[in-house]
Each structure stands twice: as C-alpha cells, then as structure tokens.
C-alpha cells in the first residue's frame, strides 16, 4: 500500500530561517558564487532541514509526532534551491511494509525533488495508526 503523496515547497527565505534557528550558517545554503565554487550546483538546502520536512511528511502520516518510533535516511542527492520566489519542491510518498512488530508498521520512504531521489534508505517505524 502507497501513502499518500505530500509535497513541501522550499525557498531561500526558508533556508534563511532554518539558518538562524539551527545556527548552521554556512554560504552554501545561501551564496551562489560560494556554493558554485566549491563545485554544488547552487545553493542547496540543509540536510537536516531536507530531513526535518520528511520526518513531517511522517508524522502526519503516522496521525501524531509521538506515534513515531524510529526514523532514518540517508542523504542521496542535494536539494538545490533557486533564487526565485517559487523556490523548489520536496515530495515525500511512502511505502507501507509488514515485519516491524507488533503494533508496528514500517514505512519505505521516497523524496524526490526535480525527479530525482534526495534521500535513500529512508525508513521509519510507526505505531500502527487504528
């Protein structure tokens, strides 16, 4: 059974607040010529701010923040984020699995931004929604 597909748009101005409340200021997630000159394509998001929206997506699909029990991914591909208004998206689906335990339900999650997957292995095992 597939999840419902949930979609996160993201902006600089996001990157900025994720900035100040992380503390991560590095000019990759906000300078062009800075994130260009050390070889990215632009300027990227942060990695636990990419994370954060899926563990969102997560929670929303497990019914409450607390009905998560375990969450992981790995980071496959960087978010790159234009200098526009519209910024980029973010969708998240999930796969559900069986074998998490009792009253557990696994989930096989996919992120994607452009087309192309952002995170791999990423899983999470949530109480088993009624």
């Known amino acids: 059974m597939e999840l419902s597909t949930q979609t996160f748009r993201v902006t600089r101005a996001d990157l900025v607040r994720y900035a100040g409340a992380s ?22 998001a942060h990695g636990m701010f990419t994370m954060a929206l899926v563990g969102r997506a ?30 980029t998206e973010i969708e998240v689906t999930a796969k559900v ?10 989930l096989d999650i996919t992120a994607t931004c452009r087309g192309e997957k952002v995170l791999s292995q990423a899983r999470a095992v949530i109480r088993t929604p009624r």
């Open 23 to 44: 503390g991560d200021f590095n000019p990759i997630h906000w300078s062009d010529r800075v994130a260009t000159g050390v070889g990215l394509p632009g300027v990227i």
């Open 97 to 106: 699995r069986e074998g998490a335990g009792e009253g557990l339900t696994r």
């Open 58 to 87: 997560v929670a929303e699909w497990a019914g409450a923040p607390d009905a998560v029990v375990d969450y992981g991914v790995r980071f496959a591909r960087p978010v790159v984020v234009p200098d526009d208004d519209a910024g």
